[in-house]
């Protein structure tokens, strides 16, 4: 256990930001998923593509994600659904 306050606090601030960004990536990991399914149906895909993309920029400004990872994603969100349609 840590022993002085500012090690406290640092222990608390991080489990703030880990709760964070577990809710970032858990909303993220739905929306792709509900991207998938409507690619399934063929319904509403192109407003759940941007809500996508939307979530993976904001994760990347979070600085949950890097850039490079969103950028990839992004880039194979977008083919699947070109090749869908």
Same mark, same amino acid.
């Given at each position: 256990?840590?022993?002085?306050?500012?090690?406290?606090?640092?222990?608390?601030?991080? &489990?703030? !930001? +880990?709760?964070?960004? *577990?809710?970032? =990536?858990?909303?993220? $990991?739905?929306?792709?998923? @509900?991207?998938?399914? /409507?690619?399934?149906?063929?319904?509403?895909?192109?407003? &759940?593509? !941007? +809500?996508?993309?939307? *979530?993976?920029? =904001?994760?990347?400004? $979070?600085?949950?994600?890097? @850039?490079?990872?969103? /950028?990839?994603?992004?880039?194979?969100?977008?083919?699947?659904?070109?090749?869908?349609?």
């Amino acid at each position: 256990m840590a022993h002085s306050r500012s090690a406290l606090k640092r222990i608390e601030t991080a &489990r703030k !930001r +880990t709760e964070r960004n *577990r809710r970032v =990536k858990s909303a993220l $990991k739905t929306t792709i998923k @509900k991207y998938e399914t /409507a690619l399934g149906t063929g319904e509403e895909v192109q407003d &759940r593509l !941007r +809500t996508a993309l939307v *979530r993976i920029d =904001k994760a990347v400004t $979070k600085g949950i994600m890097h @850039k490079r990872t969103a /950028a990839r994603k992004k880039s194979r969100l977008t083919k699947r659904m070109n090749a869908s349609t």
